[in-house]
């Protein structure tokens, strides 16, 4: 059974930094595609980072050049270090994992049927 647990959400004041932490148990990362997503009040789900299979990283415009995503396979836990945060950074932030498939003879990761964590709340204040 895969599980993802966040971990390192908190309050912080506008400009300050976070790490937030996923640790993945029944789940090999770099298996598939894993990222970040965030969910304001009243706004729809957004993704934040995805750190591909060959280890690629994409960022939301949003947070370019103040976030970055990182996994330790060692650890078997995905990282989004968030620095200079904003008010508009205030969410529950999520992992998710693609997940492995099989068709055939062969396997493909997909993000139907994705995994994800509960998630953590990161609030920022002024």
């Known amino acids: 059974q895969v599980q993802l647990v966040e971990s390192g959400g908190g309050s912080v004041q506008a400009g300050g930094s976070l790490k937030l932490s996923c640790a993945a148990s029944g789940y090999i990362l770099g298996t598939c595609a894993m990222g970040w997503y965030r969910q304001a009040p009243g706004k729809e789900r957004e993704l934040v980072s995805t750190?591909?299979?060959?280890?690629?990283?994409i960022y939301a415009d949003s947070v370019k050049g103040r976030f970055t995503i990182s996994q330790d396979k060692a650890k078997n836990t995905l990282y989004l270090q968030m620095n200079m945060l904003q008010i508009e950074d205030k969410a529950v932030y999520s992992c998710t994992a693609d997940r492995l498939a099989q068709r055939m003879v062969s396997t493909y990761c997909t993000n139907r049927g994705s995994y994800w964590g509960q998630g953590t709340q990161v609030t920022v204040s002024s």
């Open positions: 750190i591909k299979r060959d280890g690629t990283t």
